[in-house]
């Protein structure tokens, strides 16, 4: 079975999409691209691609005329968009039912950059209606939503349904700005049926909506069933990536997206997936995204309410992040939901020399899996794996030669699980605990700390209900197991772990007080 059919499993076996245009969702049903017709060629309707001139303006008109109708093909060749080193709009709109494939040796060169921050050169986008009042509360765990009764017929079956509120979900002390930034709730849900004024969704609520917490509930009208094939982006020779800043794909308030075979070679941005409910990306390679120090630098980005993505695949190096979570980021450091459901499965990555951690999250979502992963390398700011999220699962994860640590738990992260795995050879601690309620188990973690830092195997300082079971530690630089005297850990259960004593590591545990409980652990003499 070949990746694409591994998509498509993944993608329908979790979410039912092409189930969902049967349900009378707007858009183009999984059977109205081959009944539309033949595939449209760009360059037979006029489209140069020998990269003499922008095309952007033409590629336009033909997804505008066909898009969401026919296939539409780019033959090989190099298609430029902008002019260069030209500051202007770069933005190609995608309709509902857009289906694009490039054939191999096909090339987008992005020479102009959007004087929009925030554009990209494909874009789409469906809307969001006005927010309504809740009346009544809506429980965490629920899948039902009680409407006030004058809205007892505005959904049916196969809407998206978005609620908010001005309860804090997250806080960040010093988050990108000193002071206070402040995580919301926010998030949406597919609806399964009505009956009367309670709506039934696909999906349990992650939050509690109060109306004394300003609940509010609104509709999303998606742009729907886009599917973009075998894209590749480069930047021209007039723009600076790093300095020029443009995404090569954002997409807001989607349903039913895939994205297959994407590459991104030395570009101004890369692919951002807001408010995507239902999406699939298969395939992406980032290679060389060198705005480490802002959101350009991102390979994928799940962003918003992005709920049940799946992101098989991916690549790369010399990024900020191959793959990251974001919120709904509103003036006023306001931060609205978080993506919540999100697969990535076999992908692998290698730190830069100046980036950061080659998978990471933000303090912003939730249920994020990783899974068969590897992080490779980098400089002495990145992790393997740096999680800020809450019900994270690292499943049989592997980090090597991470400049920094292999695994970074950070002081918001709360409920990760790591299920085995192996993390070698990082600066500092193979695993580095901050948070609350982990779990840690099967995980081996050898030859960490060359720093010198004494950080060691697992560093658990400062974490909170930490149960590290079944681990080995091996070959770390002075500790295996590290607690702090000056900001100890509180109820830390380690069980069954081996950590011996060799010649670099002199000491099994390091442990600061009564509250971490040892069993069953083999520590030698």
């Not at 098989?312 to 010399?318: D, E, I, V």
Request: aromatic share 6%; charged share 20%.
């Amino acid at each position: 079975m070949d990746r694409r059919s591994v998509l498509r499993l993944g993608v329908t076996g979790a979410v039912g999409a092409y189930a969902m245009n049967a349900l009378g969702i707007p858009g183009a049903s999984a059977e109205s691209s081959a009944e539309a017709g033949s595939t449209v060629n760009v360059v037979e309707q006029g489209v140069s691609n020998t990269g003499a001139e922008d095309v952007r303006a033409a590629i336009q008109a033909v997804v505008k005329e066909f898009g969401g109708q026919h296939p539409i093909r780019f033959p090989k060749g190099r298609y430029r968009i902008g002019e260069s080193g030209q500051s202007g709009s770069n933005r190609i709109v995608l309709p509902s039912g857009t289906r694009i494939e490039c054939d191999p040796g096909a090339v987008f060169e992005v020479n102009a950059v959007d004087a929009q921050r925030g554009t990209a050169v494909f874009y789409a986008s469906g809307t969001e209606g006005s927010k309504r009042a809740l009346t009544a509360p809506q429980p965490e765990g629920s899948q039902f939503i009680t409407l006030p009764a004058e809205f007892r017929d505005a959904f049916k079956t196969g809407d998206l349904i978005g609620l908010e509120s001005t309860r804090q979900a997250v806080e960040i002390v010093g988050y990108r700005d000193p002071g206070l930034g402040i995580g919301f709730c926010r998030e949406i849900r597919q609806v399964s049926t009505v009956e009367g004024d309670v709506v039934h969704v696909d999906t349990p609520l992650e939050y509690t909506y109060m109306p004394e917490d300003n609940a509010r509930f609104f509709r999303v009208t998606p742009v729907t069933d886009i599917v973009l094939t075998g894209l590749r982006f480069e930047s021209g020779p007039g723009v600076r990536p790093g300095v020029s800043h443009t995404y090569a794909i954002k997409l807001e308030k989607s349903l039913g997206v895939q994205l297959r075979d994407i590459e991104l070679h030395n570009m101004t941005g890369g692919v951002i997936l807001l408010d995507a409910y239902h999406a699939g990306v298969d395939g992406l390679v980032a290679d060389g995204l060198p705005s480490v120090e802002n959101s350009y630098g991102y390979g994928l980005a799940a962003a918003g309410s992005t709920t049940h993505l799946v992101a098989n695949h991916l690549s790369g190096q010399g990024t900020r992040h191959i793959f990251t979570t974001l919120a709904d980021e509103r003036p006023g450091k306001e931060y609205w939901g978080g993506p919540m459901h999100v697969e990535v499965n076999d992908s692998t990555g290698t730190g830069g020399s100046d980036s950061y951690s080659v998978f990471d999250t933000h303090e912003f979502g939730r249920h994020i899996h990783f899974n068969n992963c590897t992080a490779l390398g980098g400089g002495p700011k990145v992790c393997g794996y740096q999680m800020r999220a809450q019900h994270v699962v690292l499943n049989n994860c592997r980090a090597e030669g991470n400049g920094l640590h292999a695994v970074s738990l950070k002081s918001t992260s709360a409920n990760v699980v790591i299920e085995g795995g192996e993390f070698a050879k990082a600066g500092y601690a193979g695993v580095n605990v901050r948070g609350r309620d982990h779990r840690i188990d099967g995980a081996r973690v050898a030859n960490s700390g060359q720093s010198g830092t004494a950080s060691g195997g697992i560093d658990y300082a400062g974490s909170v209900d930490v149960h590290i079971k079944g681990c080995q530690l091996v070959d770390n630089f002075d500790r295996g197991l590290k607690d702090s005297g000056i900001d100890p850990s509180v109820r830390a259960f380690i069980e069954d772990c081996v950590a011996l004593p060799s010649a670099t590591q002199t000491m099994s545990i390091f442990r600061a007080n009564d509250t971490t409980t040892l069993k069953d652990c083999e520590f030698g003499p």
